[in-house]
């Protein structure tokens, strides 16, 4: 899976579209979900051009990995979701439905959220 440069997060990086920012360092930018599937629901994007979950832990550097990671956790601290709990999921490829090819963080908070996925049935 190659990196798009016209993807709708390379754009956001950019600021070619707008977005609903919650958290901004050297290492990832972060922005509420615009279709929303929990009371909170952010996204954690890096700053560099990474397709997917895979891209970024083969190319990405010790230190934007570290950066990225401690920005998703002071992001969570900062929405206040910590003491309650909340999830973070990254879809990689076609059968995760990975939308958007710009590796991505969701961080879903503020309800239960159920059980991560369903028993496979034997």
């Not at 990671?69 to 059968?95: E, H, K, Q, T, W």
């Not at 159920?114 to 496979?120: A, C, D, F, H």
């Amino acid at each position: 899976m190659s990196y798009d440069k016209s993807n709708i997060f390379a754009k956001i990086l950019r600021g070619e579209i707008p977005c609903d920012r919650v958290y901004e360092d050297d290492w990832a930018l972060a922005f509420r979900d615009i279709e929303p599937q929990a009371p909170v629901h952010v996204l954690v994007i890096p700053k560099g051009p990474y397709a997917s979950s895979d891209d970024f832990a083969a190319r990405a550097t010790g230190e934007e990995i570290i950066g990225f990671f401690r920005a998703v956790g002071r992001v969570a601290r900062d929405l206040g979701v910590v003491g309650s709990g909340y999830r973070i999921l990254s879809n990689c490829g076609p059968d995760a439905h990975q939308e958007v090819m710009h590796f991505h963080v969701h961080i879903f908070a503020g309800k239960d959220l159920g059980r991560m996925i369903k028993p496979v049935d034997k």
